[in-house]
């Protein structure tokens, strides 16, 4: 077996699975077929089928629910990943883990590079950040951590998916406008994974995001712009900038959370996208799915 991917039923894992390069051999298991936190069932698992390269897309993602699940997040995001990665290094395997731009606190005011410290803000953060540094000491830093942020697709619960119904909902909306990332299509992460698993490995972590920033007000507005272009909508909402401290939210999140992806982009040689490019290719997608039903 080529590969093995877990969280095959996530918006990465999904992504993964429709673009398996040519000839490879892979088992991807969603999270209800395969719960990674079975840290002694996982290794069996690895030692009967022995894959070349396992992706850890398996994630506990529900930012705000993580502030009072601390256990779930820590066990899913750390814990298990860390167990993995015993298990792959004791087994010969090549792991990439994923991780993302929560592990920062967002106040560098400037692009975060992978060597930069980190500082979560909340659970989620602070999980994500104990599942690399377990990955990395469990393997000697062998292992290839993909750092991404701001993930959407046209499948899952995401921002783009989220601001569409509401568009059709609501008379009004109003969206914040003073955090700043870099909107990325799962597909284009997904690529980006499976031309790095094609290289000869690179330990260490690794940013990849679309290229390109905007901040949620300016994604919010991009999707109402080519949503209508596609038909999506039948009338314009007004859309209201607002401030963070306007829309509290359980979790904090980092204000400015761009990754500085120069490095990865030169290991794959390819440059990724812009942003706007990316989204108006998931809505088209989003849009014929839809005139299917």
């Avoid at 390269?53 to 993580?66: C, H, Q, R």
Wanted: contains cysteine.
């Amino acid at each position: 077996m080529d590969a093995m991917i877990f969280g095959a039923d996530g918006q990465l894992g999904r992504e993964l699975s429709r673009s398996i390069p040519a000839g490879w051999q892979v088992q991807a298991y969603t999270f209800a077929e395969w719960d990674i936190t079975r840290a002694g069932e996982t290794r069996h698992l690895l030692s009967e089928h022995k894959p070349r390269l396992v992706i850890n897309a398996a994630a506990y993602t529900a930012v705000d629910k993580a502030e009072t699940e601390p256990e779930s997040a820590f066990a899913v995001n750390a814990t298990a990943p860390g167990a993995l990665a015993e298990s792959t290094r004791q087994l010969g395997i090549r792991l990439l883990h994923v991780s993302t731009d929560y592990v920062f606190a967002g106040q560098a005011g400037r692009p975060y590079a992978p060597a930069d410290p980190i500082q979560p803000l909340g659970v989620y953060g602070r999980s994500k950040a104990e599942g690399e540094r377990l990955v990395m000491a469990a393997t000697g830093g062998e292992a290839t951590i993909f750092r991404t942020a701001w993930l959407y697709a046209a499948h899952g619960q995401n921002f783009p998916r989220t601001i569409l119904r509401l568009l059709r909902e609501r008379d009004r909306l109003r969206v914040i406008a003073d955090q700043i990332g870099s909107p990325t299509w799962a597909r284009g992460l997904a690529q980006a994974i499976w031309a790095a698993a094609q290289r000869p490995e690179k330990g260490g972590i690794w940013h990849w995001t679309d290229a390109g920033v905007a901040s949620w007000y300016d994604l919010a507005v991009a999707i109402q712009e080519e949503a209508l272009v596609l038909g999506m909508l039948h009338r314009p909402v007004p859309i209201d900038p607002i401030p963070t401290h306007e829309y509290p939210l359980p979790a904090p999140r980092p204000a400015y959370s761009v990754l500085d992806c120069t490095a990865t982009w030169k290991w794959l040689a390819w440059t990724p996208m812009h942003w706007r490019q990316a989204l108006r290719e998931m809505l088209a997608e989003l849009a014929a799915q839809e005139g299917k039903n």
